[in-house]
């Protein structure tokens, strides 16, 4: 879910940016698969790419994919850790989460006797989403107006000025169809009766007709119905 978000604002980042910018886009299928990550950077540094970036732990095989280019190849951080490492030279800026925004409004709905039902985010306007630069990096890559641009988008974000499109609901039908036609689908993480089931349907019929620690990638039409083969799962995605 996470992953998939901030690859979208990425990519919103840079069409504002530069709407002329090509985007290159690959998954590693994996969270910690560093030698593919590192791969997969090296591929697109091949096909012409300047600015790389990528999420979760296996984003270091990347960032150091990038740190062994010498000049003019730069990476974008999801992790505020990435500043200080050696390859951190590399890194314009990074993001960061801040968790403690949501375990201090947890306990305080709790004690006001909230004891669940809602979505508690994290966000710039409760400190639970951060954004830093590199204070070492050349100011004829990171210009005074790159920051004076990031932090007015930063600030319009906090106040709510900046609205991004997104979907508050969560449409059966459209999900069941989609994984009929073995199409991904990401179900962020808002609970609701019907997300629930889609989720305790999948799981029941993937644990019964699957070994557990084989996942064959087979994509069969009659999936949903017949089950005869099995799918990888994990996450909220499906």
Same mark, same amino acid.
């Given at each position: 879910?996470?992953?998939?978000?901030?690859?979208?604002?990425?990519?919103?980042?840079?069409?504002?940016?530069?709407?002329?910018?090509?985007?290159?886009?690959?998954?590693?299928?994996?969270?910690?698969?560093?030698?593919?990550?590192?791969?997969?950077?090296?591929?697109?540094?091949?096909?012409?790419?300047?600015?790389? *970036?990528?999420?979760?732990?296996?984003?270091?095989?990347?960032?150091?994919?990038?740190?062994?280019?010498?000049?003019?190849?730069?990476?974008?951080?999801?992790?505020?850790?990435?500043?200080?490492?050696?390859?951190?030279?590399?890194?314009?800026?990074?993001?960061?989460?801040?968790?403690?925004?949501?375990?201090?409004?947890?306990?305080?709905?709790?004690?006001?006797?909230?004891?669940?039902?809602?979505?508690?985010?994290?966000?710039?306007?409760?400190?639970?989403?951060?954004?830093?630069?590199?204070?070492?990096?050349?100011?004829?890559?990171?210009?005074?107006?790159?920051?004076?641009?990031?932090?007015?988008?930063?600030?319009?974000?906090?106040?709510?000025?900046?609205?991004?499109?997104? *979907?508050?609901?969560?449409?059966?039908?459209?999900?069941?169809?989609?994984?009929?036609?073995?199409?991904?689908?990401?179900?962020?993480?808002?609970?609701?009766?019907?997300?629930?089931?889609?989720?305790?349907?999948?799981?029941?019929?993937?644990?019964?007709?699957?070994?557990?620690?084989?996942?064959?990638?087979?994509?069969?039409?009659?999936?949903?119905?017949?089950?005869?083969?099995?799918?990888?799962?994990?996450?909220?995605?499906?």
């Amino acid at each position: 879910g996470d992953a998939a978000r901030y690859t979208r604002g990425f990519k919103l980042g840079v069409a504002k940016a530069n709407p002329k910018a090509e985007i290159l886009l690959a998954h590693t299928g994996s969270f910690g698969d560093f030698v593919k990550a590192s791969e997969l950077a090296q591929t697109q540094l091949k096909a012409g790419a300047d600015v790389l *970036t990528g999420s979760s732990q296996q984003a270091l095989g990347a960032l150091r994919a990038v740190a062994e280019k010498k000049a003019g190849i730069w990476w974008v951080g999801q992790d505020l850790n990435q500043l200080k490492i050696p390859e951190g030279a590399k890194v314009i800026a990074a993001a960061g989460y801040n968790y403690s925004a949501v375990v201090e409004a947890l306990i305080a709905k709790r004690q006001s006797g909230v004891l669940g039902g809602e979505s508690l985010p994290l966000r710039f306007a409760n400190g639970g989403f951060n954004y830093e630069f590199n204070a070492k990096m050349d100011p004829k890559v990171l210009t005074p107006a790159i920051k004076k641009a990031v932090d007015k988008a930063r600030a319009d974000l906090k106040a709510g000025k900046l609205k991004l499109a997104r *979907t508050t609901t969560f449409d059966f039908e459209k999900a069941r169809a989609a994984i009929d036609a073995g199409i991904p689908v990401i179900v962020f993480r808002h609970w609701s009766q019907e997300r629930d089931y889609l989720h305790g349907a999948f799981a029941e019929r993937f644990f019964r007709f699957c070994e557990v620690r084989r996942y064959p990638r087979v994509r069969s039409p009659g999936l949903w119905d017949g089950f005869k083969g099995c799918s990888p799962s994990g996450a909220s995605v499906l």
